[in-house]
């Protein structure tokens, strides 16, 4: 097996095997939710982006006590978290690149499911996944953190792709639930800003932070240099995930506790995170969901220009 294989096989084994036909096939001619020659099709286009972006998205969403004290309450993701990390990924990818029936139905599932997580957080609050707010910040981490990742790792866009970008996502966000969801990054700065007072890091917060840089032993015994490996595996946890969270802005580092030096984070973290993004854009070369829903927006002649544009 080549080194390319290997690495794919490692990420899909992560983060699934994203070629399902009946999501990213589908009727010729179909350009799905956003579309051939959008800014989404390039940037969630680049897995490697998409990849490094994970920790920071998923710790800023868990910021607002309410998604934590959902999360805590309803989700699995102690049992399997690398199905919950599958899913996530499904779910950005399938939205973005899938046909406009199964992207569309991915998401009325999703909100289904949402339906049922409802509940008090510890300090009585009630929340409800629902709630179009705690929707609209779920939502609007994602695409913030892939943005931010991309043009770190690979191409600056110009502001008005940005607001492209952003608008073009918002359109999912909406389909999921929210109200109002930042269309520019005009909006996205003050949307943040007023989300900003309301996010704190609870017991449930610590929690969950514990358990994203806690490495499994798998059973295996630990004494004496089986401890010693798990002890360096999770250090290097405790690294990718501060590594991770090196894209989120300095109010969540500190936040968080998961900082690192300026000199830490620009001469270790930053590279270490680029090369991982480089290592699986070159890997994957062009993804099978994006090469799925290429041929299928191509498939007919309202797509074709477009595709051909989209490169
Ligand atoms: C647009 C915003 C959101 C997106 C894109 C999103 C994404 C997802 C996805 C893809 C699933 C399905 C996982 C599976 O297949 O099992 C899911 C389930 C779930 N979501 Fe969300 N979510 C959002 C908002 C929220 C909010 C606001 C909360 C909490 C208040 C929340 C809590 C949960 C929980 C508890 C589950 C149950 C499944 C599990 O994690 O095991 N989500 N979400």
């Not at 918002?170 to 007023?194: C, H, K, S």
Request: contains cysteine.
């Amino acid at each position: 097996m080549g080194l390319r294989e290997r690495i794919v096989e490692a990420v899909e084994e992560i983060s699934g095997r994203h070629d399902q036909q009946g999501l990213y096939g589908g009727p010729a001619g179909d350009p799905g939710l956003t579309g051939p020659g959008s800014v989404s099709w390039e940037v969630n286009g680049d897995l490697g982006a998409v990849a490094a972006a994970g920790t920071a998205a998923i710790v800023l969403e868990i910021l607002h006590p309410s998604v934590i004290a959902g999360v805590e309450e309803h989700s699995s993701y102690r049992e399997d978290p690398f199905r919950r990390a599958r899913s996530t990924m499904g779910y950005v990818l399938g939205t973005t690149f899938g046909n406009t029936e199964a992207a569309t139905r991915l998401i009325g599932t999703v909100k289904k499911i949402h339906g049922q997580v409802t509940g008090a957080r510890p300090d009585g609050v009630a929340y409800r996944a629902l709630d179009p707010e705690l929707i609209a910040w779920v939502h609007t981490c994602i695409p913030w953190m892939i943005m931010t990742a991309f043009e770190r790792f690979n191409r600056a866009l110009s502001p008005a792709e940005r607001n492209r970008y952003l608008a073009e996502q918002a359109v999912i966000g909406r389909m999921a639930g929210a109200d109002t969801v930042p269309v520019t990054t005009a909006e996205l700065a003050e949307f943040v800003a007023a989300v900003r007072p309301r996010l704190a890091v609870t017991e449930q917060t610590r929690d969950f932070l514990e358990f994203l840089q806690t490495v499994p032993s798998d059973g295996r015994p630990s004494w004496p240099v089986g401890a010693a490996v798990h002890r360096l595996t999770t250090a290097q946890a405790h690294f990718n995930v501060r590594a991770g969270m090196s894209l989120a802005p300095p109010w969540a580092r500190r936040l968080t506790g998961l900082d690192l030096s300026p000199a830490m984070r620009s001469l270790a973290a930053m590279p270490y995170l680029g090369a991982n993004a480089r290592m699986i854009r070159w890997a994957f070369d062009v993804p099978p969901h994006v090469a799925m829903a290429r041929r299928r927006a191509l498939g007919a002649g309202r797509g074709a220009v477009a595709v051909a544009a989209d490169g």
